[in-house]
């Protein structure tokens, strides 16, 4: 599986990834997940959406993440957001934690990039006895012109057409957007399968703010830069002048508890 670099474009992350559903906690505290004195470590956090949004319900939480930029990132956003959340740099195959310490494993948008059976028996490594595992996954939707006018562009600049990141491209089916191979592995890595669900929502964006999201995604990080740089002054051209643009999402909520 190539592997991307989202360090090379960490900027444009940190500006562009915080489109997380107000909605989205409120869902799972109706799951009866809750969050408040419970240690979380949040892996593949990048720079730090979820941990934040899982922070400010009082949890104790940890954001594990690969990318010293993306790292980086998230350190900075916490000064100036005023929270003291520990980072570190691992991976979803070795963390770094402590065996058996951790009530709640989260992963919001990066399950695609793990090597599946090895990031298993981590979250199994790391979680204490019954302890819950979600995974969030969440994107646009070709519903809007701004985004009929980037899915055209980027088929023009990106190599072999715009196949799914990851492990998503070699699934033989999703759900949701989810490989159902991901049900099937974790049911036979120990994982139950409690919850799975569907969130609706719009972010709002301005031509310049698009444009940085487009930056943010696997197709655009994977580029070298000079073909990248071509390819976002091309999506600048074509894109419409008027904004902003109302852009619906799809955010995708899997909750498993060990057993």
């Known amino acids: 599986m190539k592997q991307i670099d989202f360090g090379q474009v960490a900027n444009s992350y940190a500006r562009s990834r915080e489109d997380i559903p107000v909605t989205l906690m409120d869902s799972l505290q109706l799951r009866n997940i809750f969050f408040d004195g419970k240690k979380v470590a949040d892996i593949g956090s990048g720079t730090g ?55 709640i494993v989260t992963v919001m948008r990066a399950w695609h990039w793990f090597d599946c059976s090895k990031a298993i028996q981590e979250m199994k490594r790391i979680l204490k006895d019954k302890g819950t595992l979600i995974v969030i996954d969440s994107g646009f939707l070709a519903d809007s012109a701004a985004v009929e006018k980037t899915l055209e562009v980027l088929t023009e600049y990106v190599d072999g057409g715009l196949k799914p990141a990851g492990s998503k491209a070699t699934s033989k089916q999703r759900i949701n957007g989810f490989p159902v191979e991901w049900f099937e592995e974790w049911q036979s890595g120990g994982f139950e399968l409690r919850d799975f669900y569907k969130l609706n929502y719009s972010v709002s964006f301005s031509k310049k703010e698009w444009v940085e999201r487009i930056e943010s995604i696997s197709l655009l990080a994977g580029l070298d830069e000079p073909v990248r740089k071509q390819a976002l002054q091309k999506l600048v051209e074509v894109l419409p002048d008027q904004e902003p643009y109302a852009i619906p999402h799809e955010c995708n909520v899997c909750i498993l508890r060990l057993v």
């Open 49 to 103: 959406a979820l941990t934040r949004k899982i922070a400010m319900r009082k949890a104790d939480i940890v954001g594990i993440e690969p990318s010293v930029e993306l790292l980086n990132q998230a350190k900075a956003l916490n000064q100036k957001k005023n929270f003291t959340i520990l980072y570190w740099q691992g991976t979803a195959e070795a963390t770094g934690l402590e065996d058996s310490k951790y009530d």
